[in-house]
């Protein structure tokens, strides 16, 4: 690396310190939700009709008629429940992998919007049921292969 770019880049990095994260309008620092209950948030699962095109880990569910997508089951990355908010009330804000890799031509989800019919204790609730059927899984590494 040059020295000027040394500085450029240095200068960015202290910037991006001080600024500090979640500092922004779109921020979501302060975002708590009380607690749910997960026995509730599968029934809303079901009278929301989440079941058409969803499989839930773990939960015998009628088989889902427009699409199967699990939620829930291994995963190498903890789902918060900001994720699981923001891919309940804003499907299109990030699409999932297992999605992207079914049909990588489409930028909006297929997922209908419920806002409108939805309360916040059904959204709380399907969080309180849906994070805990994702389990982390720790991949196998071993950072010395000769020494197992
Ligand atoms: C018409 C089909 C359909 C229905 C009904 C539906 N979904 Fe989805 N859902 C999808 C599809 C397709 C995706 C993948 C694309 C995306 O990420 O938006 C998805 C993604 C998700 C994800 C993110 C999964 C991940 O691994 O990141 C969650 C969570 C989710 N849905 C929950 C729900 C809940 C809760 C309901 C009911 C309130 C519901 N869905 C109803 C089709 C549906």
């Not at 079941?51 to 918060?80: E, I, M, S, Y």
């Not at 297992?98 to 806002?115: R, V």
């Amino acid at each position: 690396m040059n020295s000027k770019l040394f500085v450029l880049v240095s200068g960015a990095l202290v910037v991006a310190a001080l600024s500090g994260c979640g500092n922004y309008p779109q921020s979501s620092r302060g975002f708590r939700l009380p607690d749910g209950n997960a026995e509730k948030g599968q029934q809303a699962f079901l009278a929301l009709q989440c079941n058409q095109c969803h499989q839930v880990d773990g939960v015998d569910f009628p088989a889902p008629k427009k699409f199967n997508l699990l939620l829930g089951g291994d995963t190498a990355r903890l789902k918060t429940y900001g994720e699981l908010v923001t891919s309940i009330i804003n499907p299109s804000h990030v699409l999932s992998d297992k999605y992207q890799q079914q049909l990588t031509d489409s930028k909006e989800s297929p997922m209908p919007k419920f806002n409108a019919e939805m309360t916040v204790e059904q959204l709380v609730d399907l969080v309180a049921f849906l994070q805990p059927r994702y389990k982390i899984v720790v991949p196998d590494y071993n950072p010395y292969p000769y020494y197992p």
